[in-house]
């Protein structure tokens, strides 16, 4: 293969990749769904490798689930591999809490919170969305601020799989709002420079976002 050709058979596979994922995440693929080569490279007018590839990649995040002899599957995730991961999620989290304390960038920090504050006059459906996408950017603020490369990497594979149960979780009635209040109350004790109240929060946000995910997934 030429290097023209493989730069683009791998531009090919990377936007196949974003663009499954979106849809796995933002639920247009459904879990358990059937997801196949053949109809998505015919869809894109591509050749299967590249496609293949993408899968691949897909599978390895676990977002799919390939099957020998039976074919491709939109992850579906049982109620115990969501407590775990969730799990995981606090203890990773509050780990890069702990490591960004004095590092964190105080302007970021207030003008997410003025987001946040002022989601609270949106109506439900506009709530949700917007602090879905909010609770995105507190997240990877946090993570960021860490400054550890290894709880980047591995919270960052960690959220392509929260991401599909967290966009039904923030969906359940009066969810978002509780959730924003948490959001607001975790910034403004970063704010105040209290450690522990802010790890406190965060833990006591994540437990509740494992109440509503868990009573969703049944």
Not at 94 to 121: H, M, P, V, W
Request: charged share 35%.
């Amino acid at each position: 293969m030429t290097l023209a050709r493989e730069k683009r058979h791998n531009a090919l596979s990377d936007t196949v990749y974003e663009n499954l994922r979106r849809q796995i995440v933002t639920g247009r693929l459904k879990a358990g769904q059937r997801v196949t080569e053949q109809h998505i490279a015919e869809s894109e007018g591509i050749s299967r490798a590249p496609v293949r590839e993408a899968l691949k990649r897909l599978d390895e995040d676990g977002l799919l689930t390939l099957l020998p002899r039976s074919g491709c599957y939109v992850r579906r995730f049982t109620p115990e591999e969501v407590n775990d991961i969730l799990e995981i999620r606090k203890r990773l989290e509050s780990l890069a809490l702990e490591y960004a304390f004095g590092r964190f960038d105080l302007n970021k920090i207030r003008t997410l919170r003025k987001r946040f504050q002022a989601c609270l006059e949106l109506d439900e459906p506009k709530l949700a969305r917007k602090e879905l996408r909010l609770d995105g950017q507190l997240h990877s603020l946090i993570c960021e601020a860490s400054g550890s490369r290894n709880v980047q990497d591995l919270l960052g594979k960690l959220w392509a799989r929260i991401r599909v149960f967290r966009a039904r979780e923030a969906m359940a009635g009066g969810r978002a709002r509780v959730a924003l209040k948490g959001h607001i109350g975790i910034l403004d004790a970063i704010l105040a420079a209290d450690k522990e109240k802010a790890l406190r929060l965060l833990e006591e946000h994540i437990e509740t976002a494992r109440k509503y995910t868990l009573a969703t997934s049944q």
